[in-house]
């Protein structure tokens, strides 16, 4: 009889996963001679590895000009399209990101693939330096039978859908079915559980996506399950307390050998909203409807730990159990792609090789964020370790490390851009956007409804 390693709670016990607090780096100042030319330096990504280096880089440097370069037509990154709609303090980044983009040391260019519209040599042909900071913009596969039927997707994409990135929005989950699996136990599938499960009028108030609303409101999904491979001592999500791996093994087994609450036992039996954690199973196969037409349940091999420490894995014991679902949101991992053929990347492992934010073998250039460590770490760790980039690049700098003379910057960037009818859009651009999505959103009283459609938002701009 295979182990049941589980535990139900109501959706309202919901543990919120706010990123733990961090201490600022070091203060780290460089004196540069009021001779030196302007340094040109380029940021590729304008999420918060790429918002955080600009600020660093403007900080420390009285000369410095940093242009971000973005391919969507508005910045912010997984801060808007990432942070689940419910937990507003996360973005209140967004401030410090806005200030540093009102610099006039600083320019955005939104709607600027690089990559497609522009490659990383033209851009190092114009800038003194590139930072690569577009980080993990796809998910690990699950590679298992039936991955590929209706009703099996990305939490990554589910996100998207639901906070308004405008290439998930064709996602149309079907949540008719009454039971979930989402595969992986990390924030993200927190985030994805909580959503699924929230009262759609405790998200009302959210800028989660009108039409996102309108598909939860008729959800029939009443039970989720998280499925890890390992315990409940190696689980991914991250809480806002002290000591949290200690005293996340105190939650789980208060949880697991109390009785609930009459108020709590009362919504179990009158079968509402509940998910549960199943500790120690690996999917292996997506189970077909009878008619083969969407999924119908999932396959999970029983594991057990072995080792010790960092070495630590999951092994099949041998058991295998079937899971009944409706739905199945895979959340294994967040990756990397390949920007350009100029540029090193290291496929199994998802990252840009680099010392400590400096490409391998390649002088100028530059990572930071997810692109640089994988997808590891909260919105705190991503800006410590922008910062580290932005240190050794001004180190380069100082220590005659990079090219010399002038350097033409976005002047010959957008030159390219215009000869290949590319248009950017600027920050003032976005102010507009903004401005027009919270006007929306104060008739319901959201803090914004979120343009979804990239031709709504370039026309919305004249274009």
């Keep these: 009889m295979a182990p049941r390693c589980w535990r139900w709670w109501h959706w309202s016990a919901w543990p919120r996963t706010r990123p733990p607090p961090t201490r600022s780096t070091p203060s780290f100042r460089q004196h540069f001679s009021t001779q030196e030319k302007t340094p040109q330096i380029c940021v590729v990504g304008s999420g918060p590895a790429g918002f955080y280096t600009a600020q660093y880089l403007l900080k420390h440097h009285p000369q410095a000009h940093v242009d971000i370069y973005e391919k969507q037509l508005v910045p912010f ?29 600083c320019a955005f260019w939104g709607n600027v693939e690089v990559g497609r519209d522009v490659t990383v040599p033209e851009l190092q042909e114009a800038y003194h330096a590139v930072v690569l900071s577009y980080g993990a913009e796809d998910h ?67 800028d989660i996506t009108k039409a996102a609303l309108g598909v939860l409101r008729q959800s029939q999904v009443k039970t989720v399950w998280l499925v890890g491979r390992r315990g409940p001592l190696q689980v991914a999500f991250t809480i806002k307390i002290p000591r949290p791996r200690k005293r996340l093994t105190e939650l789980l087994l208060q949880t697991a050998t109390q009785k609930p609450r009459a108020e709590e036992a009362a919504h179990l039996a009158s079968g509402s909203r509940a998910w549960g954690l199943r500790f120690f199973r690996s999917p292996q196969q997506v189970l077909p409807s009878p008619d083969g037409r969407r999924v119908a349940g999932i396959r999970l091999a029983v594991t057990r730990l072995e080792g010790v420490g960092e070495a630590i894995r999951a092994v099949p014991t041998g058991d295998m159990e079937d899971l009944p679902c409706g739905l199945v949101l895979s959340s294994i991992g967040y990756k990397s792609r390949p920007i350009d053929p100029s540029v090193p990347f290291d496929l199994k492992l998802g990252v840009i090789p680099n010392m400590e934010g400096r490409v391998v073998d390649v002088p100028g250039l530059y990572c930071s964020g997810w692109v640089k460590t994988g997808p590891t770490g909260v919105i705190g760790t991503t800006m410590n370790d922008s910062f580290l980039t932005g240190q050794m690049l001004l180190q380069d700098l100082k220590s005659g490390l990079l090219a010399s003379g002038p350097r033409p910057g976005s002047a010959a960037i957008q030159a390219l851009l215009s000869s290949r009818g590319v248009r950017p859009v600027s920050f003032s651009d976005w102010e507009k956007l903004d401005a027009k999505e919270v006007a929306q959103g104060q008739g319901s009283g959201k803090p914004r409804e979120k343009l979804v459609d990239r031709q709504e938002m370039l026309r919305l701009l004249g274009r």
Excluded: M
């Design 77 to 105: 990154g997984l801060v808007r399209f990432g942070v689940a709609p419910d937990h507003p303090e996360v973005k209140n980044v967004i401030n410090t990101f806005t200030q540093t983009a009102h610099s006039d040391r």
């Design 140 to 206: 690990q596969a699950l590679d298992i039978p039936g991955e590929e039927l209706p009703g099996v997707f990305s939490a990554r994409s589910f996100v998207g859908w639901y906070n308004g990135l405008p290439e998930n929005q064709e996602l149309a989950p079907d949540l008719s079915c009454d039971t979930a699996v989402i595969l992986g136990q990390g924030n993200v599938a927190l985030d994805v559980a909580r959503i699924l499960l929230t009262p759609p009028e405790h998200l009302e108030k959210t």
